[in-house]
């Protein structure tokens, strides 16, 4: 059926033929598109998500954690998560053992393949990151804290909603400076709220100059509205889970996970009973126990005799004696609970206890009916509620298999050494000692030096070593009106091998976004680099195709990609024309992968990773050649281009140590090291211990010399 042709607007030029709206960026409807069929005339549907065609599964609730084990449509629920905080710490633990395990890489060093179920695993904890609201938290209890210092009352419960607003209950009428407000009015309350509208940085002068109070904060739920709720675990002494069957487990397992992930509570000692060991996530201070009894020996042994002290917050808050005055907090399993109700809890042991409901259901309690101090998370008919204060909740919860997948995530990104097969983003950023890459289909190499035409006659460069931009060989840089066109090359640039229309789509949103919507991006992308540099003639930079394809022109590619390349040339050149090699990729890196940017993908796939490998890699061997042939300056420049990607990495501090030694300056070898002390120190999960390889050639360099 022919359309009738719509008149031009007299006040509106006719469009460019390079400007017409691109239909073809239109993704394929759910329906497959026939051979026969015009895809132009297919109506447009909403995107559907990467894994299935289906209609996803519901969310899972911490109401049905029982009969439920994984059936969200994302691996991890935003309501399992407290409105996203849980997810921040546990992040904090992956990344911080991933800079540790990349921090001693060596310069052979590769990263194997990551399953495909931890890359949606780690994506879907980076969508439910929000660390702007923890940090509020954390100077909002400092602040509270200063006016608290003086009395005997602590600290129970906070909550924080979205947009920054702060409410604290403490456990008796207290006076707090402005600009807290009491929530009765009164001079002295114990409900206390600090207005949204408040600025952070008015809160720092008075924050700063106190300790965090409360090591013992945990994370139990998010309200309705996305409130996230928080219980000082020491303050109340002992927290009851009450709920159905294995549902109360859940949530004090998703409690420990979260205290274990919290930096603040670093010093603290975790002590499971009952718990897996999974829900600790390899706290340096964390031990499974088998029975109440043995839990309370240790804590004993643990607090010596500081066991009784209970004014710990104020002790805390004012960095007494310059100890952290760390509690011992229990996580107790149902089947152990009453051996735990038998017994005096000390004063700096807190409790977590499972209790199951017997009749299935628990009504709530008010205020008056509970025991002074009690304080409990009880799972009533319609809702969850934290007892007394009818707060009511969608508690944390995690069930054993997504304890186990949190578990292998962290113990993901092993560095191997030596050669072996790469991961697939390995053939963008490795190659194997003969020079040719793993994966020839994917990147080529057609001479003898083992770098393809493709990556070295490039016109356009898209730059993710630092800040990601785009620029042409005249180093002139793309501008891009919108910010998601930038991020789609960067995505379609980085897998090359596999991009698709819904690959992107799902990388790029977290959400389903309208056809009409990716295909603005796809058309801004196409002009953006038009703008730059005109493609050959019958091509488009990004090309115009009708399936599912999202295909760069071959002369466009990326700094990793150059940098690689030039390293798998280095390896089979000459000294000196190697070293010449490897200083011009090194000079395309400008600081840490994708700097600066929100993208969700990069870290999950483990392509930062794989990209900080390949920059040390690179600045490690041309580190060392320059140190074989003693240009000492060319030494500190290499191994500096490689600290700009990951501080603190101990192959190129012990070249920059032994580039010292060699000029004689002892002084230069001791500030390396107490350079990389720092960075150790700095890392909130290290254990503050130096590598063993470094403390031998420090000892090793300033050893004495003969006849000294």
């Known amino acids: 059926r022919e359309r009738p042709e719509r008149p031009q607007h007299p006040d509106r030029p006719e469009r460019p033929a390079s400007e017409a709206p691109d239909t073809a960026d239109v993704p394929a409807p759910t329906t497959p598109v026939q051979a026969d069929d015009d895809p132009l005339e297919t109506q447009p549907t909403v995107a559907q998500p990467a894994t299935s065609n289906e209609e996803p599964p519901p969310l899972t609730v911490p109401g049905s954690l029982d009969d439920v084990e994984g059936t969200s449509g994302d691996p991890f629920s935003p309501t399992a998560f407290g409105a996203g905080a849980l997810a921040i710490g546990v992040l904090a633990v992956v990344d911080s053992r991933r800079r540790r395990r990349l921090r001693s890489s060596s310069v052979t060093a590769r990263l194997p393949q990551r399953p495909a179920a931890l890359v949606d695993a780690e994506r879907s904890l980076r969508k439910l990151d929000s660390p702007e609201r923890h940090a509020r938290l954390d100077l909002s209890l400092?602040?509270?804290?200063?006016?608290?210092?003086?009395?005997?009352?602590?600290i129970r419960i906070v909550t924080i909603d979205a947009r920054g607003g702060v409410t604290v209950i403490t456990s008796g009428p207290v006076s707090l400076a402005r600009p807290w407000r009491s929530h009765d009015d009164g001079p002295a309350s114990s409900r206390w709220d600090l207005p949204a509208a408040v600025p952070i940085e008015d809160l720092a002068p008075t924050g700063r100059q106190f300790d965090a109070p409360c090591v013992a904060l945990a994370l139990v739920g998010a309200t309705d509205s996305g409130a996230q709720v928080y219980v000082d675990l020491e303050s109340v002494g002992s927290l009851a889970v009450v709920g159905r069957d294995v549902a109360a487990e859940h949530v004090v397992c998703a409690i420990a996970a979260g205290l274990a992930s919290q930096v603040l509570a670093e010093s603290a000692h975790l002590v499971g009973i009952g718990v897996p060991a999974t829900a600790f996530l390899r706290h340096p201070n964390h031990?499974?126990?088998?029975?109440?009894?043995?839990?309370?020996?240790?804590?004993?042994?643990?607090?010596?005799?500081?066991?009784?002290?209970?004014?710990?917050?104020?002790?805390?808050?004012?960095?007494?004696?310059?100890?952290?005055?760390?509690?011992?907090?229990?996580?107790?399993?149902?089947?152990?609970?009453?051996?735990?109700?038998?017994?005096?809890?000390?004063?700096?042991?807190?409790?977590?206890?499972?209790?199951?409901?017997?009749?299935?259901?628990?009504?709530?309690?008010?205020?008056?009916?509970?025991?002074?101090?009690?304080?409990?998370?009880?799972?009533?008919?319609a809702a969850w509620t934290l007892q007394p204060h009818a707060i009511e909740l969608d508690p944390v919860g995690l069930s054993s298999s997504e304890l186990d997948q949190i578990d292998q995530l962290i113990d993901a990104d092993v560095v191997l050494d030596g050669d072996g097969p790469r991961a697939d983003v390995g053939v963008l950023v490795d190659g194997n000692e003969s020079g040719r890459a793993d994966n020839g289909d994917a990147t080529e190499a057609t001479d003898d030096d083992g770098i393809d035409e493709r990556v070295e006659d490039w016109d356009i460069l898209v730059r993710v070593m630092g800040l990601v931009?785009?620029?042409?060989?005249?180093?002139?840089?793309?501008?891009?009106?919108?910010?998601?066109?930038?991020?789609?090359?960067?995505?379609?640039?980085?897998?090359?091998?596999?991009?698709?229309?819904?690959?992107?789509?799902?990388?790029?949103?977290?959400?389903?976004?309208?056809?009409?919507?990716?295909?603005?991006?796809?058309?801004?992308?196409?002009?953006?680099?038009?703008?730059?540099?005109?493609?050959?003639d019958g091509h488009e930079w990004l090309a115009r195709t009708m399936n599912a394809t999202l295909r760069l022109d071959e002369r466009v590619t990326t700094d990793a990609e150059v940098i690689a390349a030039s390293l798998r040339r280095a390896r089979t050149q000459a000294p000196a024309a190697a070293v010449t090699t490897l200083r011009s990729a090194a000079e395309l890196i400008r600081g840490v992968p994708f700097a600066d940017s929100a993208y969700l993908w990069p870290d999950a796939e483990g392509i930062t990773s794989q990209m900080v490998v390949l920059a040390t890699s690179?600045?490690?061997?041309?580190?060392?050649?320059?140190?074989?042939?003693?240009?000492?300056?060319?030494?500190?420049?290499?191994?500096g281009q490689g600290l700009k990607v990951l501080p603190g990495h101990e192959a190129l501090i012990g070249l920059r140590m032994r580039a010292h030694a060699r000029k004689g300056d002892r002084s230069g070898?001791?500030?390396?090291?107490?350079?990389?002390?720092?960075?150790?120190?700095?890392?909130?999960?290290?254990?503050?211990?130096?590598?063993?390889?470094?403390?031998?050639?420090?000892?090793?360099?300033?050893?004495?010399?003969?006849?000294?």
């Open 142 to 154: 400092r602040s509270a804290a200063a006016s608290m210092v003086g009395g005997h009352e602590r």
């Open 287 to 381: 031990h499974v126990v088998e029975s109440v009894d043995e839990a309370f020996e240790l804590a004993g042994d643990l607090l010596g005799s500081d066991a009784e002290r209970d004014e710990t917050f104020r002790l805390r808050a004012r960095h007494t004696s310059g100890r952290a005055w760390e509690p011992v907090v229990l996580f107790v399993a149902a089947r152990h609970g009453d051996d735990l109700r038998a017994e005096v809890v000390p004063a700096r042991v807190a409790a977590v206890v499972a209790e199951v409901a017997p009749d299935g259901v628990t009504e709530p309690a008010s205020e008056d009916m509970c025991p002074e101090g009690d304080v409990r998370i009880v799972q009533g008919s």
């Open 469 to 536: 931009d785009v620029i042409d060989r005249d180093g002139n840089t793309g501008e891009f009106t919108k910010s998601k066109s930038l991020e789609l090359l960067a995505w379609a640039a980085t897998h090359r091998d596999r991009s698709t229309r819904q690959g992107a789509r799902t990388a790029l949103w977290d959400v389903d976004v309208r056809d009409a919507t990716f295909a603005n991006i796809v058309s801004e992308a196409r002009r953006a680099l038009a703008r730059m540099r005109n493609p050959a």
């Open 618 to 639: 690179c600045c490690g061997e041309l580190a060392q050649r320059l140190l074989d042939a003693d240009d000492h300056e060319g030494v500190f420049w290499a191994t």
């Open 669 to 708: 070898v001791r500030q390396e090291w107490e350079t990389y002390e720092r960075v150790v120190l700095a890392d909130p999960w290290s254990d503050g211990e130096p590598a063993p390889c470094l403390v031998k050639l420090r000892r090793e360099l300033l050893a004495p010399a003969a006849g000294d």
